[in-house]
């Protein structure tokens, strides 16, 4: 099947040219200023920009948490990234205390496959690291499966000692792999919760306010420090804090090989939202929390000057007003962490960075797609448009206006962080290795048609 995209725009990290994308089969085969051939299906991308798709490398999908599990399946929420213009995601396969690394894989994988409208991939979330595990560890690099998030957060849940973190990172410095941090002190947290609950505080608001900056930043730092004595990067995700960001900011201005993610909440949303009336500062509720406004253009600045690499989503949704009694009605802890946004990401940063001139075009591109594939191994098959990549595109009308709201969002929840918010830039049409996805907004694939994703080791 030979699939023609004609008279757009074609923008990658690095280059911004009026192209016609010719598609044969699952790959690009062919980009040229003016093409003539005749293809089975032409696409008319006039106006349009034609960009690789996005890869959401931070997502939980059906994942249990907090005593339930999140609301968007492998079905329901790779449909709604596609809406978004995200075409690849990397989500979190938990090794719960006493199973092996393998036996975590293969269960994600049957929540995957059958219904993943679009390529996964996995990392691994090490909760109980042995020696067999270690060597599992090697293993699952082989595999295709190359990268490990350490929790320093959540005490008797996912937490893991110091020296099991710096044996973890001394594993990766020689197979290869990456450790994703969770970047919070998960000691002192757990004091300031309990203590605030024992005072009778026990409102969505004390969430963000036993997290406090600091208990980011002190890990951030702490994890880079070991990162650095086990000689290997490291990739800090869902950083919110400007004093985090300080840190990382810091270790690569000495060189040290420090990446770090932020998410739209972030850049978008703030404290002030738990402030919101009756339980609705629950639908905020994630880790780390949300931050003062202010930290917003902190973030843009990391973004738009490279000591952030990546915008991802921590997509992990669960319903609010569904339940009778919600989660955590009396008590903020218990309130399940997470709020989705793997459909809303493209947009908004376009909207938010590059139409406010906060970011470039071609940064836009860099930040959702092209860094994410090369720092998790993808690159070049996904991550840019090139002949030989996956035929991974999005069609977008950089002109068009939508208005984000839970009743016309495809995510599996029931409430958007952003309702009413008012975007310009809207995902038309998506190709996911060649097939069509999602066309003049509508979805037009099948769940089960996406594959995984054998990832590359580390190249640095
Ligand atoms: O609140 C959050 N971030 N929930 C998802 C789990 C995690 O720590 O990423
Ligand atoms: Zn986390
Ligand atoms: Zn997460």
């Not at 990234?81 to 690849?88: I, L, N, P, Q």
């Not at 969505?204 to 306010?209: D, F, N, V």
């Not at 960075?353 to 930040?367: A, D």
Request: proline share 5%; glycine share 10%; with cysteine.
């Amino acid at each position: 099947m030979l699939i023609l995209i004609k008279g757009g725009t074609v923008v990658t990290a690095t280059d911004r040219y009026r192209g016609d994308v010719l598609i044969d089969g699952e790959r690009v085969s062919l980009i040229g200023t003016s093409l003539d051939i005749q293809a089975d299906k032409t696409i008319d991308a006039t106006g349009r920009y034609v960009l690789p798709g996005g890869i959401d490398v931070h997502t939980h999908l059906d994942m249990p948490f907090g005593g339930t599990t999140s609301s968007d399946d492998f079905e329901t929420g790779t449909i709604a990234a596609a809406h978004g213009g995200t075409t690849s995601i990397v989500d979190f396969a938990i090794q719960y205390k006493g199973q092996t690394l393998h036996h975590a894989w293969e269960t994600w994988m049957k929540k995957a496959e059958g219904k993943a409208a679009i390529d996964y991939g996995f990392h691994m979330i090490v909760t109980d690291l042995d020696q067999q595990v270690e060597v599992e560890m090697d293993s699952l690099v082989r595999q295709g499966v190359t990268s490990f998030k350490l929790f320093m957060a959540y005490p008797g849940v996912f937490m893991l000692d110091d020296a099991t973190i710096f044996r973890a990172l001394l594993r990766t410095s020689d197979n290869g792999g990456t450790i994703c941090m969770h970047a919070e002190n998960g000691g002192v947290i757990d004091v300031l919760v309990k203590r605030a609950l024992a005072e009778g505080k026990t409102a969505p608001k004390y969430h963000a306010l036993t997290r406090p900056a600091r208990a980011e930043a002190e890990a951030t730092h702490r994890a880079i420090a070991m990162a650095e004595m086990a000689n290997v990067p490291i990739y800090i995700v869902h950083l919110s804090a400007a004093e985090a960001l300080e840190m990382v900011t810091e270790a690569r201005d000495r060189g040290v090989p420090a990446y770090a993610e932020t998410c739209p909440q972030y850049l978008f949303l703030s404290y002030d939202n738990y402030e919101e009336p009756g339980f609705e500062g629950a639908k905020y509720v994630m880790s780390p929390p949300l931050r003062p406004k202010e930290t917003q253009a902190k973030l843009w600045r990391g973004l738009a000057f490279h000591d952030l690499q990546v915008v991802s989503t921590d997509h992990c949704p669960f319903c609010i007003k569904e339940q009778k009694e919600p989660l955590g009605k009396d008590d903020f802890s218990k309130i399940p962490n997470g709020a989705p946004g793997i459909e809303t990401r493209m947009g908004l940063v376009y909207d938010g960075g590059v139409l406010t001139r906060r970011i470039s075009l071609n940064r836009f591109v860099e930040l959702t797609s092209t860094a994410p594939a090369k720092i998790f191994g993808m690159f070049p098959r996904k991550g840019t448009i090139a002949p030989g990549s996956d035929a991974d595109i999005v069609i977008f009308n950089p002109e068009k206006s939508t208005m984000l709201s839970a009743r016309t969002h495809h995510m599996k929840v029931d409430y958007n962080p952003y309702e009413g918010r008012q975007i310009t830039g809207v995902t038309e049409t998506v190709l996911s290795r060649g097939r069509l996805v999602i066309e003049n907004e509508k979805f037009v694939g099948r769940a089960g048609s996406g594959s995984f994703i054998k990832r590359d080791p580390r190249s640095l």
